[in-house]
């Protein structure tokens, strides 16, 4: 409890200074001029002082692509909206330490406060490359005093999970948090690994979404209306996509210019 509150007070100082910045950030959607969506914070990983290292192992926030010998000659940079201006970068071969197990955690200095809708979630690009089956990749979201407890509560969520060795996975992940946070809540996130050796990520354009209209499909024959002409299907990232993952969620806009969320289930 004593090194979260000291992450508390620091993510405070670190949100009063940045404040301008972040209202700044969230105006935008990676070039869009019209949101698809509520963006309600969003980070470009262009300023390593939005962010601080609390593993072991050590993130950098920067343009530099994995140069570790296991990765380096095969993965090279993230292809991301906005990686010219930086994104976060792991790579254990280039760091290794005494320890078997590495372990590298990053925490965004910044709290974010949801607000005005039914339903929000997070979405951001991730690029993985797996040294072994056992190497394990999560984002951890804290929620600050939830019903006015002080009691600060997380949630871990595994990413890329079971990958064989030597896999590299880019992808976009949008994880609902509508059943974790609500109204009001304060949250914010860790990125965070574990492995043996020679793993390797990358992550870029963080953004937290708000939406109220959610359908659910079990197929993706579901998502077309016979009476609706669709315009175009983006991922939670603002991408126009024309095929669906299983587990993720997306934006219906439709001719008529009314907008859907749907998950694919």
């Known amino acids: 409890m004593k090194n979260f509150k000291t992450k508390l007070s620091l993510i405070a100082i670190a949100t009063f200074f940045l404040a301008l910045m972040t209202t700044e950030r969230a105006s935008a959607q990676f070039g869009l001029t019209n949101p698809i969506f509520d963006v309600q914070y969003n980070n470009q990983f262009d300023d390593s002082t939005d962010f601080q290292n609390l593993g072991y192992t050590l993130f950098e926030v920067d343009t530099t692509a994995p140069y570790g010998s296991f990765v380096s000659n095969y993965m090279g940079a993230i292809n991301s909206f906005t990686a010219d201006n930086g994104f976060a970068l792991i790579d254990l071969d280039a760091q290794p330490t005494a320890n078997y197990v590495q372990y590298g955690e990053l925490a965004l200095l910044e709290t974010i406060t949801v607000e005005g809708h039914d339903n929000y979630g997070v979405g951001f690009q991730s690029y993985y490359g797996a040294y072994d089956g056992a190497d394990s990749v999560f984002l951890k ?14 949630t871990m969520i595994r990413l890329h999970a079971d990958l064989p060795a030597g896999s590299i996975e880019d992808s976009i ?10 109204t009001g809540d304060e949250i914010t996130f860790n990125f965070v690994c574990y492995s043996s050796w020679g793993l390797a990520w990358l992550i870029d354009d963080l953004v937290v979404l708000a939406w109220n209209p959610t359908q659910v499909v079990s197929s993706i024959n579901d998502v077309y209306n016979p009476n609706r002409e669709l315009l175009t299907i983006y991922n939670m990232l603002g991408q126009p996509v024309t095929t669906m993952v299983r587990g993720q969620a997306y934006i219906k806009v439709y001719t008529d210019g009314t907008r859907e969320k749907v998950a694919l289930r």
Do not use: C, E
């Open 141 to 154: 979201v804290w929620k600050a005093n939830p019903n006015g407890t002080g009691l600060p509560i997380d």
């Open 173 to 182: 992940h949008y994880i609902d948090l509508s059943d974790f946070v609500t």
